[in-house]
């Protein structure tokens, strides 16, 4: 089985602008096609480092002396870089999706298409899963979820009805939760709402947006000047983080400037958004929603 085929292959390790002796890091390494393609641009002395905190990636960890796979969140890159004595890289590239893996493989609950049990942990040892986001959480918690993370209008009227269901039996697989939220399904929208629903149960699951944010305040301090980052996101939220972060070192508002309206900031862009050929999306249905940006550290 494809474990998973790389968005944006080519555009965004050559964004990274790849130095044969550089060091480099694969935050998101999956099935490892952006590491492999990273390598074969690295010369005898150039090493990469890749994270992935999912235990079916170890499968696919390359047989390289110059790579090292790491079983962790990439919001601990400053910790482990540490560990093996690096303090600054040349360049940290990220793919923010799930893996068709993780999408195809039933039982890990991250697709609509399957019956399986309500989990999708992206690390299969955390504790928080899918389950006890529908079946613990209060209706002002799971309002606030469906709300921010899902965009959805109706997250009030699902939170309810989540919360009055549950009280006669435990919603424990993605099938009960369809059966629970049906009214909501418009026959001609039930994809596109559902996908919703799982968005935001999955980015509350796996921390997304926090994670997300302290990896790219962590991004300053382990570039080295000129070192870059080159990072795919697929909803607006995550890609409106990298936008604003890139633009003014800062999530919401606007930087301190000097009397001459000036501010400094850590980052520059490179080029514009990147998003993916009609082609790719032809080939790689998956790649459709996905945004490239790049920066360069000043």
């Known amino acids: ?29 999956g099935g490892g096609g952006h590491s ?27 047989e390289d002396d110059r790579f090292v796979l790491i079983n962790e969140n990439f919001r601990y890159i400053k910790r482990f870089l540490r560990f093996y004595g690096v303090k600054e890289v040349d360049g940290v590239l990220a793919d923010f999706g799930v893996s068709s893996h993780q999408f195809d493989v039933a039982e890990r609950g991250f697709s609509t298409r399957f019956d399986a049990k309500l989990d999708m942990r992206m690390n299969q040892d955390s504790k928080l899963s899918a389950f006890e986001v529908i079946n613990e959480y209060e209706e002002e918690q799971l309002r606030a979820v469906l709300f921010q993370y899902g965009e959805l209008r109706q997250a009030p009227a699902m939170a309810r009805v989540i919360v009055s269901e549950r009280k006669n039996i435990p919603i424990e697989t993605s ?30 699951v796996n921390q997304e947006i926090e994670v997300l944010k302290e990896l790219l305040m962590q991004m300053p301090e382990i570039l080295k000047v000129g070192g870059r980052l080159s990072f795919i996101s697929y909803h607006s939220l995550e890609d ?45 249905n998956r790649a459709r929603s996905a945004k490239l940006r790049i920066a360069e550290k000043i």
């Open 1 to 29: 089985m494809e474990y998973h085929n790389a968005v944006l292959l080519k555009e965004t390790v050559d964004g990274l602008d790849v130095r044969p002796d550089g060091v480099y890091v694969d935050v998101t390494f």
């Open 36 to 62: 492999r393609e990273i390598l074969s641009r690295l010369g005898a002395n150039g090493k990469l480092y890749a994270f992935d905190q999912d235990k079916d990636a170890l499968a696919n960890a390359i």
């Open 175 to 204: 099938e009960r939760l369809k059966i629970v939220l049906k009214q909501f399904l418009n026959h001609r929208k039930e994809n596109k709402v559902l996908a919703q629903i799982y968005q935001a149960i999955r980015i509350e």
């Open 240 to 284: 409106r983080l990298v936008k604003r972060f890139i633009r003014n070192g800062l999530f919401e508002g606007e930087p301190e400037r000097d009397v001459y309206g000036n501010f400094e900031v850590p980052l520059k862009k490179v080029n514009g958004l990147i998003v993916p050929s009609q082609e790719e999306i032809k080939m790689n």
